[in-house]
């Protein structure tokens, strides 16, 4: 049964919402956790170490994997934490056991993740040497993956501690949109053979961000610091995986 052209906006505006809530707990936790600042960080060192050391894609989904265990509990837990306060009026035992647990869940999965660390690049680690050197002249089929997470964990910190006007995926003191779009000119620019291919990249990462501001969902400045951010972190990690 087709839905008429009015449902399917309301349905399409619903399944937004839910998107935009969602960030809404990302940026929250962000602001509020310091384990959640702490496991975004490793994730990018994490996402970085497995393009540096050459991973195969089967451990770098492993990584993911472990990456997405960790961040999603540490959501859970912090959810646990504002139901407990919103119920629990003065201290009680079963709220502290709540947390507790909450906070063990965390640990445990984060344990196991430090042990798969291990195993997975103990491998890449012994000999990063030989694969490094091996492939110094070349970039990596991971790279535009990696610089993107990175790009997408810089501009979760810097919407969670920037501003707090608008909402995750509407607004905010650093345009998201423009992150990403100018990450992926970089990250074209640098592996494309030609410089007109890089310009029209950079072009259309412009029409994005123009986008943005004609909206008015972000000012001039707000874009300007989101371009900033895509490119300056894919440069840097393209730089790095070069050395």
């Known amino acids: 049964m087709r839905l008429p052209p009015g449902a399917k906006r309301v349905h399409q505006n619903r399944a937004w919402a839910a998107f935009d809530y969602a960030f809404q707990g990302i ?95 103990y491998e890449g680690l012994t000999a990063a040497g030989a694969k490094v050197s091996e492939a110094v002249a070349g970039i990596p089929r991971n790279y535009a993956f990696v610089a993107f997470v990175v790009v997408g964990v810089g501009t979760i910190f810097a919407k969670a501690f920037a501003g707090r006007h608008g909402t995750p995926l509407q607004g905010g003191a650093v345009s998201g949109h423009a992150a990403l779009a100018f990450a992926g000119a970089t990250i074209i620019t640098l592996l494309a053979p030609s410089l007109v291919v890089g310009l029209l990249a950079f072009f259309l990462a412009f029409l994005v961000s123009q986008s943005r501001v004609e909206g008015g969902i972000h000012s001039p400045a707000e874009v300007a610091a989101g371009a900033a951010i895509g490119i300056c972190l894919s440069l840097a990690i393209f730089l790095l995986i070069r050395v």
């Open 27 to 121: 940026l929250y936790a962000t602001r509020t956790q310091l384990n959640m600042r702490i496991h975004l960080v490793a994730a990018a060192l994490a996402m970085f170490a497995s393009l540096y050391l050459r991973l195969e894609r089967a451990y770098v989904a492993i990584v993911v994997l472990c990456i997405a265990l960790v961040i999603a509990l540490e959501l859970i837990n912090t959810a646990i934490e504002a139901l407990t306060d919103l119920f629990t009026v003065a201290h009680h035992p079963l709220a502290k056991i709540a947390k507790d647990a909450a906070a063990g869940a965390v640990l445990v999965v984060s344990m196991a993740a430090v042990i798969v660390a291990y195993l997975v690049f």
